[in-house]
């Protein structure tokens, strides 16, 4: 076979490999860790690094090729590059080049996407493969659109990942969101451009699918920018379109865009609009809302973080170290609140803080050049040109509420290859690839091998232990479980350390604790160990110092001088998190420990001093003027409490809660109001009973607890038995302390 052949089929080869690409979003394995992530970015890199090979075969059999160059391609090329100076300008190399296991992305992510834009300039230069590329693309988004039927009507065995919301198998509604508002444009560009009228069918159902994928997400950023991305192209058919009829129907198609939109807005409270949920969600949008509030108070700490590395930012995946240093307060309103970001949910905050400046000119420099080129192009339709600029303008805005996933990075890099090689914007120029030029790229071969060993193969293993480990937990197979978290970390100077070992403290913390001295002892050892090691390799990550310090509170029985500890970790906690009350929760829960009072309500009122309307910052107050004896103290704090939740003190939970501390700081008082309380709340429950007649016949006031002991009987033979032999043992004094 001579080298024509050979290249020739080289080069479907690696149309077809990208091509294969689209089915990423396909791809689901509930045995990894994250199921949603892990195999989709496993599957990506395998086929790109599949393509690169097959095309430094092609350079080393053709010697010369040709190669569309674009402004655009320089800009994406640049992008990476200014990423790869802010990982390492950035606070934690390893975090911004390998990523982690949950997100995936990172420069080695970044570096794929690359490789993968530039083979599709390559290898997709005329209309037809592309046409075949979106084509095989709605195919497996109507297989994933078709998934999350599945999972709306409860129909098989479809995961629910999301309640209500559809995600398929991308796992979060966010995603599935943006990933069918792009298809919803392709198809649209498609059935308009493309003439078999059996594809017509095809596109119509791709787009009525679609359309209806985006109401079933729920997603607000979605339907926000579906929504702009029709007024666009209603509005651009308008202003620049050539026929009449086209004119006239996008003047009608704009006009009753705007009046349903404002329809919708203005009978929000309605029946109508309540009763559907993605209506309900969008026209419900507040800047009253927990949600907006949340999300506004994170983009003015991404601003205050930007001042602080404005050129190249905190590098990429590093947005949780911002948002800790400079965390908003006020998104903290009760326990379950969620306190931890490590994307800043809007496109432009997230690369203004991990890629400063430069990532962001560069990021939506991008995005307009290809809109610019996309108005000046002179061989492509108007029609096309307007479409593909409302298709980017409504990803835009869908990504300021959310963020990407690689599923829809590659739908978006293809289009921006597609407005390159079609609409004609760059230059194909031909490369002669010289002896040294090869021997380069075979090391860049060599390095991308080394890369994808360690992000693939490694990494794999490491996560299927850590997989393991997490099954037998929840199994209740302690032994096993932590066997398999040691094998995950033994050797582990990977990215993927940071999670496993965040991981082993909390099943530790959750596990140890019900085990004897000589087994729980050698866990926590090992735990801190492992924990001290994240800490030495990223040690401006707060999340390990919180963990050493949990695991230094719960084990101090085993370790006394593990609580001086916690308070020696207390400068450099408060210098990565100043703003979390949760940094001076636990420098306060070791000065309680150590009975040094005084010091521990200092810690708590700077708890109270970020979150005056947060109960829990009271709870620990109100417990250190207990047990201090402070009794103004202790009913200031009280009423303080009762403004913030009126019925606290009401709560079965909270008397049950502050039992033992009534006990421990001899409140004999406020001990048996509570217990008569929870009587009162629940009857049913013959412990809150047996404990208030026990209280009293402790303090041998003998017929009092056996008043109370006896409003039990009459429920069944046996209790009535019970509450017999318990009088017994009432005057037999076996309670009298």
């Given at each position: 076979?001579?080298?024509?052949k050979?290249t020739?089929?080289?080069d479907?080869v690696l149309?077809w490999?990208l091509?294969?690409v689209?089915?990423t979003?396909l791809?689901f394995?509930?045995?990894f860790?994250y199921?949603?992530i892990?195999?989709?970015?496993l599957?990506f890199?395998?086929?790109?690094?599949?393509?690169l090979l097959?095309?430094v075969?092609?350079?080393?059999?053709k010697?010369?090729?040709?190669?569309?160059?674009?402004?655009?391609?320089?800009v994406f090329l640049?992008?990476?590059?200014i990423m790869?100076?802010?990982?390492?300008?950035g606070?934690?190399?390893?975090?911004s080049?390998?990523?982690?296991?949950e997100?995936?992305?990172?420069?080695?992510?970044?570096?794929f996407?690359?490789?993968y834009?530039?083979?599709l300039l390559?290898?997709?230069k005329?209309?037809k493969m592309?046409r075949w590329?979106?084509?095989i693309?709605?195919?497996?988004?109507i297989?994933?659109i078709?998934y999350?039927?599945?999972?709306d009507?409860g129909?098989?065995s479809?995961?629910?990942?999301?309640g209500?919301?559809?995600?398929s198998?991308?796992g979060?509604p966010a995603?599935?969101?943006?990933?069918?508002?792009?298809?919803?444009?392709i198809a649209?560009?498609?059935i308009?451009k493309?003439?078999?009228?059996g594809?017509?069918?095809f596109?119509?159902i791709?787009?009525?699918?679609?359309?209806?994928?985006i109401?079933?997400?729920?997603?607000?950023?979605?339907?926000?920018g579906?929504?702009?991305?029709?007024l666009v192209w209603?509005?651009?058919?308008v202003?620049?379109?050539k026929n009449r009829?086209?004119?006239?129907?996008g003047?009608?198609?704009?006009?009753?865009?705007i009046?349903?939109?404002?329809?919708?807005?203005?009978?929000?409270?309605t029946?109508?609009?309540?009763?559907n949920?993605t209506?309900k969600?969008?026209?419900?949008?507040s800047?009253?809302?927990?949600?907006?509030?949340?999300?506004?108070?994170?983009?003015r700490?991404?601003l205050?973080?930007?001042?602080?590395?404005?050129i190249?930012?905190?590098g990429?995946?590093?947005?949780?170290?911002a948002?800790?240093?400079?965390?908003?307060?006020?998104?903290?309103?009760e326990?379950g609140s969620?306190?931890w970001?490590d994307k800043a949910h809007?496109v432009?905050?997230e690369f203004?803080v991990t890629?400063?400046?430069s990532?962001?000119?560069?990021?939506?420099?991008?995005?307009f050049?290809?809109i610019?080129y996309l108005?000046r192009s002179?061989r492509?339709s108007v029609?096309?040109?307007n479409?593909?600029?409302a298709?980017l303008?409504g990803?835009?805005?869908a990504?300021m509420?959310?963020f990407?996933?690689v599923?829809t990075?590659?739908?978006?890099?293809?289009?921006l290859a597609?407005?390159i090689n079609?609409?004609?914007?760059?230059?194909?120029k031909e490369i002669?690839f010289?002896?040294?030029?090869?021997?380069i790229l075979s090391?860049?071969v060599?390095?991308?091998?080394?890369?994808s060993?360690?992000?693939?193969?490694l990494a794999m293993?490491q996560?299927?232990?850590?997989?393991?480990?997490e099954?037998y937990?929840?199994d209740g197979q302690?032994?096993?479980?932590?066997?398999?978290?040691?094998?995950?970390?033994?050797?582990?100077?990977?990215?993927t350390r940071?999670?496993?070992t965040?991981e082993?403290?909390v099943f530790?913390?959750?596990?140890a604790?019900?085990?004897?001295?000589y087994?729980?002892?050698?866990m926590?050892?090992?735990?801190i160990?492992e924990?001290?090691?994240s800490?030495?390799?990223?040690p401006e990550e707060?999340?390990h110092?919180?963990?050493l310090?949990?695991?230094?509170?719960?084990s101090?029985?085993?370790?006394?001088?593990?609580l001086?500890k916690?308070?020696?970790?207390?400068?450099k906690?408060?210098?990565l998190?100043?703003r979390?009350?949760h940094?001076y929760?636990q420098i306060?829960e070791?000065?309680?420990?150590?009975?040094?009072?005084?010091?521990?309500l200092e810690?708590?009122?700077?708890?109270?001093?970020?979150n005056p309307k947060v109960?829990?910052t009271?709870?620990?107050v109100?417990?250190v003027a207990l047990?201090?004896g402070?009794?103004?103290?202790?009913?200031?704090?009280?009423?303080?409490?009762e403004?913030?939740?009126?019925d606290f003190?009401?709560?079965?939970?909270?008397?049950v809660?502050?039992?033992?501390?009534y006990?421990k700081?001899?409140?004999?008082d406020?001990?048996?109001?509570?217990?008569?309380?929870l009587i009162?709340?629940n009857?049913?429950?013959?412990?809150y009973?047996?404990s208030?007649a026990i209280?009293y016949?402790?303090?041998?006031?003998?017929?009092?607890?056996?008043e109370?002991?006896?409003t039990?009987?009459?429920?069944?033979?046996e209790?009535?038995?019970?509450v017999?032999?318990?009088?017994?043992?009432i005057?037999?004094?076996?309670?009298?302390?």
């Amino acid at each position: 076979m001579n080298n024509y052949k050979i290249t020739n089929i080289l080069d479907k080869v690696l149309q077809w490999v990208l091509i294969a690409v689209t089915v990423t979003p396909l791809i689901f394995y509930k045995y990894f860790y994250y199921p949603f992530i892990t195999g989709k970015v496993l599957f990506f890199r395998v086929l790109v690094l599949l393509g690169l090979l097959a095309w430094v075969v092609l350079v080393f059999l053709k010697k010369r090729i040709k190669f569309c160059t674009s402004p655009i391609w320089r800009v994406f090329l640049l992008l990476v590059m200014i990423m790869f100076l802010a990982a390492i300008f950035g606070v934690n190399f390893t975090r911004s080049f390998w990523g982690n296991i949950e997100r995936a992305e990172g420069v080695v992510f970044w570096l794929f996407l690359l490789i993968y834009f530039s083979l599709l300039l390559y290898a997709l230069k005329d209309i037809k493969m592309w046409r075949w590329f979106f084509r095989i693309s709605l195919a497996v988004g109507i297989i994933v659109i078709g998934y999350g039927l599945l999972q709306d009507f409860g129909l098989l065995s479809a995961i629910s990942t999301t309640g209500s919301r559809v995600s398929s198998t991308l796992g979060n509604p966010a995603y599935m969101g943006s990933y069918a508002l792009m298809h919803f444009f392709i198809a649209l560009y498609l059935i308009i451009k493309d003439r078999p009228m059996g594809w017509k069918i095809f596109y119509g159902i791709a787009i009525a699918l679609n359309l209806w994928a985006i109401f079933l997400t729920q997603t607000r950023g979605a339907v926000i920018g579906l929504l702009l991305g029709l007024l666009v192209w209603g509005g651009l058919s308008v202003f620049r379109g050539k026929n009449r009829q086209i004119k006239k129907l996008g003047a009608v198609g704009l006009v009753s865009l705007i009046i349903l939109s404002l329809g919708a807005y203005f009978l929000r409270n309605t029946n109508l609009i309540q009763s559907n949920d993605t209506l309900k969600r969008v026209t419900s949008i507040s800047l009253e809302s927990y949600t907006v509030q949340t999300r506004l108070a994170a983009w003015r700490t991404s601003l205050e973080a930007f001042k602080t590395r404005p050129i190249l930012g905190w590098g990429p995946e590093n947005y949780g170290y911002a948002f800790s240093k400079y965390f908003p307060p006020e998104i903290y309103v009760e326990s379950g609140s969620r306190i931890w970001f490590d994307k800043a949910h809007n496109v432009f905050f997230e690369f203004l803080v991990t890629t400063g400046v430069s990532g962001v000119v560069l990021y939506f420099g991008l995005i307009f050049l290809a809109i610019y080129y996309l108005f000046r192009s002179k061989r492509i339709s108007v029609v096309t040109s307007n479409i593909f600029i409302a298709l980017l303008l409504g990803h835009l805005t869908a990504n300021m509420f959310v963020f990407d996933s690689v599923s829809t990075y590659i739908l978006w890099l293809a289009v921006l290859a597609f407005i390159i090689n079609i609409a004609g914007k760059g230059e194909e120029k031909e490369i002669e690839f010289k002896s040294g030029f090869k021997i380069i790229l075979s090391l860049v071969v060599i390095l991308l091998l080394y890369v994808s060993y360690v992000t693939n193969v490694l990494a794999m293993g490491q996560i299927r232990n850590l997989l393991y480990a997490e099954a037998y937990a929840r199994d209740g197979q302690t032994e096993e479980s932590y066997n398999f978290y040691l094998k995950a970390l033994e050797n582990n100077n990977s990215f993927t350390r940071f999670e496993i070992t965040r991981e082993l403290a909390v099943f530790v913390r959750n596990s140890a604790g019900s085990l004897p001295n000589y087994q729980a002892g050698p866990m926590y050892d090992k735990a801190i160990e492992e924990v001290k090691k994240s800490i030495d390799m990223d040690p401006e990550e707060i999340r390990h110092y919180y963990n050493l310090s949990q695991l230094y509170l719960k084990s101090y029985k085993i370790d006394s001088s593990r609580l001086q500890k916690v308070i020696d970790l207390g400068p450099k906690m408060i210098e990565l998190a100043p703003r979390r009350a949760h940094t001076y929760y636990q420098i306060g829960e070791a000065y309680v420990l150590l009975k040094e009072y005084d010091q521990a309500l200092e810690n708590f009122q700077k708890a109270v001093e970020l979150n005056p309307k947060v109960i829990d910052t009271y709870v620990n107050v109100y417990a250190v003027a207990l047990l201090k004896g402070d009794q103004q103290l202790e009913e200031t704090t009280r009423q303080k409490m009762e403004l913030v939740e009126p019925d606290f003190f009401e709560l079965e939970s909270t008397l049950v809660r502050y039992l033992p501390l009534y006990k421990k700081a001899g409140r004999e008082d406020l001990l048996a109001a509570a217990l008569d309380k929870l009587i009162k709340i629940n009857p049913e429950k013959v412990e809150y009973t047996s404990s208030l007649a026990i209280f009293y016949a402790e303090k041998g006031e003998n017929k009092k607890a056996e008043e109370v002991i006896k409003t039990l009987l009459g429920r069944n033979a046996e209790l009535d038995k019970q509450v017999d032999d318990f009088i017994k043992k009432i005057y037999n004094k076996e309670f009298k302390k």
